[in-house]
Each structure stands twice: as structure tokens, then as C-alpha cells.
């Protein structure tokens, strides 16, 4: 059984930095693609970043590009969304995800596989 579990958020200041980390069960982090994505209150969900699991290729939404990165740790089956340069608009839930379909930053029904969410908060 594929299980993701997030950790790491929690509340930081305007223009600060935060990692969330999301370990995997049930899968090497290497044979899926794996993402990002987070969802705010009555919005839907929104694909941030992913990598694909042969080529390690990283892709990001426009709204984070320069800012986040995304890496995966394969020893430690983790990946990993650092945050930098935060606004208060990142503020929302964030959620990994995995996936089959090694075909870039897909919508989220594309996705099979999801983490508990965990919260980012970003004040002014």
C-alpha cells in the first residue's frame, strides 16, 4: 500500500524560508513521480511542483517558480518542497502526492496517492 506522510509546516514571517518533508511507505520515491500541491479554503487544489521518477526533472507552477525547490532523497525515501522568500499568499494547506503518470506537474485527479496535508502559515 502506497502511504505519504507530510510534515514540517507551521508559521513563519513574511520573506522566511520553511522545508516540508513527506516520507514514503509502500513505494520507492525513484519508481513515481512525486508533487506538491496545496489548496486553500473553497479553492481547488493546486499543483505547485513535481518530479518525475526517471529523469529527476523538476517542474514548477508559475506562482513559486524561483522560490521553491523540490528535491527527493532516495536513501531516506523522502522528498522535499523548501520554501524561500515566503508571502502571505503561500499561506494554505500543502499536500505530496504520487503518482504513475511521469508526464510533468498534472492536474491533481491525476494523482493516486496523497499525504495527510499540513498546514503553512505566513504572516505579514
Known amino acids: 500500500e502506497v502511504q505519504l506522510q507530510a510534515s514540517g509546516g507551521g508559521l513563519v514571517q513574511a520573506g522566511g524560508s520553511l522545508t516540508l518533508s513527506c516520507a514514503a511507505d509502500?513505494?520507492?520515491?525513484?519508481?513515481?513521480?512525486t508533487g506538491w500541491f496545496r489548496q486553500a479554503p473553497g479553492k481547488e487544489r493546486e499543483g505547485v511542483s513535481s518530479i518525475n521518477s526517471a529523469s529527476g526533472y523538476t517542474y514548477y507552477s508559475d506562482a513559486v517558480k524561483g522560490r521553491f525547490t523540490n528535491s527527493r532523497d532516495a536513501a531516506k525515501n523522502t522528498i522535499y518542497l523548501h520554501m524561500s522568500n515566503l508571502t502571505v499568499d503561500d499561506t494554505t494547506v500543502y499536500y505530496c502526492a504520487a503518482t504513475k503518470w511521469d508526464l510533468g506537474l498534472l492536474p491533481s485527479s491525476y494523482w493516486h496517492s496523497w499525504g495527510q496535508g499540513t498546514q503553512v502559515t505566513v504572516s505579514s
Open positions: 509502500g513505494f520507492s520515491v525513484g519508481d513515481y513521480a
